[in-house]
């Protein structure tokens, strides 16, 4: 198994990011092929770490072979541009993990 992790800080305006992040860019991870699971984590509390994180999403492929043929698909690089748009919202652009 293979995920695609990505890390939101706190945005500007919640009430912006959450309208762009659930109507305009959640719409398109259904886009991305071969995507075993998705799912969003809402941060509640951190510890050992002073970033305020917000939100994780995570995005599940069976291998890296298959994460990574997703990620160069055109749904997978629609996702991955259409990140620049969250980061008007973030105070900073989001941290992304890839694990296997």
Not at 21 to 36: D, F, I, R, S
Not at 48 to 57: H, V
């Amino acid at each position: 198994m293979a995920k695609l992790m990505v890390m939101y800080e706190r945005p500007t305006n919640i009430d912006d990011f959450e309208k762009y992040y659930q109507e305009v860019h959640l719409p398109m991870v259904q886009e991305v092929p071969n995507l075993k699971n998705a799912c969003i984590n809402r941060v509640i509390q951190t510890q050992n770490s002073s970033e305020p994180i917000y939100l994780i999403a995570e995005l599940e492929f069976e291998n890296m072979e298959v994460l990574q043929n997703a990620l160069s698909s055109t749904g997978g690089q629609k996702l991955q541009n259409d990140v620049v748009n969250l980061v008007k919202l973030l105070p900073k652009p989001p941290i992304v993990c890839i694990t296997e």
